[in-house]
């Protein structure tokens, strides 16, 4: 289904992200952060998978959104392949990149269209030009955010999802925004999503509540692409122990059923 929408993602890049800076002192601090709600995720579980258009939603979450500021340098184009996207429709995404390769034969560096095998394309060169373009802030790499953040997709989601106004008596500093499952609630990454900002090909609403858990999914699949082949290959490892260990006990029981 993304064939031809992904056409529409050549150079296109909201100025959001999901930086998030606590300022020191108490004058900042209005109270420890609420756990965020926990989600039914479908990869959740010893049989979860991931549900396959939540995480092409995600994806396009991300491109247009995240993608601006955040960096997710362990991902390839190709496992996009992985959750349904055809190879084309990849290879598409891909090509639509600047990648900067080399050195040629004459010793320097050169810009290409991106491959399948390339890893998802940094949105800024270096650390330093990041924190110029964010007011001295690092966005950080999205690949393991889920790992990285207690609550895992459940955090992303409670982020995408707290701002809210401050209660009374709390002051909000310029260039912070008050969320409310935010360590500290003082945030400095504007709301990055807003309602009907995204066009989803499959007809689904985009609802900031949508948007937050498609991008949540894809982010949890970026950390862990691969994470259905290790369930399907524990499933198979605990049959094979339960049928080892039957076996086992039968033949103890046939070897030892004459001896008193």
């Not at 247009?64 to 190879?87: F, I, K, P």
């Not at 955090?155 to 310029?174: D, M, N, Q, S, W």
């Not at 009907?196 to 692409?225: C, K, R």
Request: negative net charge.
């Amino acid at each position: 289904m993304f064939g031809r929408f992904f056409k529409r993602l050549r150079g296109t890049a909201l100025a959001a992200g999901m930086t998030a800076v606590v300022l020191p002192g108490a004058a900042f601090a209005a109270g420890e952060a609420v756990h965020p709600p926990a989600v039914d995720w479908s990869f959740n579980g010893i049989f979860g998978t991931f549900d396959q258009p939540s995480v092409q939603r995600g994806f396009l979450v991300y491109n247009q959104v995240c993608a601006a500021c955040h960096a997710m340098s362990l991902l390839s184009y190709r496992n996009l392949t992985q959750v349904g996207v055809s190879e084309a429709a990849a290879a598409e995404i891909a090509a639509s990149k600047i990648v900067v390769d080399g050195p040629n034969d004459d010793g320097e560096m050169f810009e290409r269209p991106g491959r399948l095998s390339d890893r998802f394309v940094s949105p800024f060169p270096n650390e330093k030009a990041a924190r110029a373009a964010n007011g001295g802030a690092y966005p950080p790499d999205l690949s393991l955010i889920t790992k990285a953040r207690v609550g895992g997709a459940d955090y992303v989601h409670g982020i995408l999802t707290g701002y809210e106004e401050p209660p009374a008596g709390i002051t909000v500093p310029p260039g912070m925004y008050y969320n409310l499952y935010f360590p500290g609630h003082m945030i400095a990454m504007a709301p990055p999503l807003a309602a009907g900002s995204i066009e989803y090909p499959d007809g689904t609403e985009a609802t900031v509540e949508q948007m937050s858990l498609d991008v949540s999914a894809f982010l949890a699949f970026a950390a862990e692409p691969n994470l259905e082949d290790r369930k399907r290959m524990g499933v198979k490892v605990l049959l094979f122990l339960i049928i080892f260990t039957a076996l086992l006990y039968a033949v103890k029981r046939k070897v030892w059923a004459n001896i008193h």
